[in-house]
């Protein structure tokens, strides 16, 4: 109960007699004590003050929630205690004498508080005691708030976030359901004082929101709209840029264009966010970024499997977005040769067919532009996507089976070889050491362990 209503239960209960006062109460007070007096059974052995005050309330059948049932019992307590302990001293004696008009004037008093917010107090029985125990019978008038719809709000308002906040936003309007329903919201100030406070103490326990500070708009109503303004604290560590980085074993580069323009998008939307709130929410971004990837067009062709990696280093992001087709296997890269003899530039062109999660039937050709040279062959896959893959194929121009195979050892970094059965091939054998440049581009370390050792620089089509 607020200050005002503390100050008219004061007045209320000031009109009751006190000891000493002229008044018949008084008198019939003084007189029980004058001497020669009969004691009562008061002063033979009974407890002479009130030391603390209890309430007990019973709402009916239209019990409210927990949060606006505590805070009226607090009010109500206060306002007992004013007037029973404070008032009128904590005497048992003058409270009994006196107890119809203490109780009506302590009726009238909280009466007229609940009145204003919307309940009505039907009843009001006084138990004087040690621990004086206030019974009161209420009801909740017709204009009651049913249920909340919360809406997050952020620097850039974008469906990304929405999904990234939603379940929150859920979880706080069933935490306000549980707190406050069927509260009345005729006082529209003293509802919106009740929603900031479980506001607070709802994400005050979400680390997602620890480098936020918010501000609560409350409308009162039969479905009480909840509008909460995010902005970072001055001291919060904010992201400040993004890295991305695509892979692939299945698909064309050219296929992925969308794809990174769609991650890219959803990180944008981070940029400035506190680091708390991504760290918080990595898992989930995660998700969302990979599953938007799976339902752009250009890929939803070849039902894509993606997953995603986020790395918080400093105050940046860098992202690692992994795709790849559940039914077919496509490749096209070029590359030339540094310092090598022979043919020096090669293109390679891979299609094939999965077979199960983890394998597949395929046919890759590698072409020489000059002298032109052509190298068709077919083979058999094991695919351990993104760390890599197993192939063995035979190659109908030297009539001969041959081993490739590629592991990742880092998102930027991988190993690959290409081994002949046939022993008279072993200079065409190749294993190498491959750094991916901006998902595009791919400098290479190679040898044949033969002997010769030299570089390339490729390019993924």
């Known amino acids: 109960m607020s200050r005002a209503e503390e100050s008219s239960s004061s007045a209320g209960i000031s009109s009751l ?83 119809e008009e203490i109780t009506d004037t302590l009726k009238k008093v909280i009466a007229m508080g609940m009145e204003r917010r919307g309940i009505a107090l039907e009843s009001l029985k006084i138990e004087p005691g040690e621990t004086t125990l206030i019974i009161l ?36 309007a069933s935490h306000l359901t549980a707190k406050l329903l069927d509260t009345p919201f005729s006082d529209e100030a003293w509802v919106q004082r009740l929603v900031r406070e479980q506001v607070e103490l709802f ?13 609560v708009l409350v409308i009162p109503d039969a479905e009480t709209p909840v509008y909460i303004t995010f902005l970072p604290k001055e001291d919060a560590v904010l992201i400040s840029r993004f890295f991305l980085k695509l892979r692939s074993d299945t698909l064309l580069n050219l296929q992925l264009e969308s794809v990174d323009a769609d991650a890219r998008l ?37 039902s894509p ?71 068709p062959q077919v083979g058999f896959s094991l695919l351990m996507e993104p760390k890599g893959f197993l192939e063995s194929a035979y190659d109908f121009k030297f009539n001969s089976a041959l081993l490739r195979a590629k592991l990742s050892i880092l998102p930027d970094f991988y190993l690959s070889a290409e081994h002949y059965l046939k022993h008279r091939l072993r200079e065409e054998n190749e294993y190498s050491l491959t ?23 490729g390019v993924k089509i």
């Open 17 to 99: 007699p006190e000891q000493g006062d002229a008044s018949p109460l008084n008198d019939r007070h003084n007189s029980s004590n004058d001497e020669g007096a009969s004691p009562t059974p008061l002063d033979q052995g009974l407890p002479q003050v009130v030391k603390e005050v209890a309430i007990q309330l019973d709402w009916g059948l239209e019990e409210p929630g927990e949060a606006l049932s505590s805070e009226v019992q607090t009010a109500i307590l206060n306002t007992a205690r004013l007037a029973i302990i404070d008032q009128l001293g904590g005497s048992i004696k003058t409270l009994t004498e006196n107890i």
């Open 266 to 302: 959803h990180l944008s939307d981070l940029l400035q966010m506190p680091i708390s709130f991504v760290a918080s929410k990595k898992s989930q971004i995660e998700m969302l970024i990979a599953k938007s990837a799976e339902k752009i067009p250009e890929v939803a062709l070849v």
């Open 305 to 375: 499997v993606s997953s995603c990696e986020i790395y918080l280093v400093r105050d940046e992001i860098s992202a690692v977005l992994y795709i790849d087709s559940k039914n077919f296997r496509l490749g096209l890269s070029g590359r030339v040769d540094v310092n090598r003899k022979g043919n020096n530039s090669r293109f390679d062109v891979k299609a094939g067919a999965l077979l199960s999660r983890n394998s597949d039937l395929f046919f890759h050709a590698v072409i020489f532009p000059g002298p032109p040279e052509v190298r």
């Open 137 to 172: 019978k209420l009801r909740l008038l017709p204009q009651r708030i049913s249920s909340f719809e919360v809406h997050f709000r952020f620097k850039r308002d974008t469906d990304f976030l929405h999904e990234l906040t939603q379940a929150d936003e859920l979880a706080l």
């Open 435 to 457: 750094y991916i440049y901006r998902n595009l581009y791919e400098i290479k370390l190679i040898t044949d362990f033969k002997g010769e050792v030299f570089g390339a620089l």
């Open 203 to 215: 994400l005050s326990a979400l680390p997602a929101y620890s480098g936020f500070s918010f501000l």
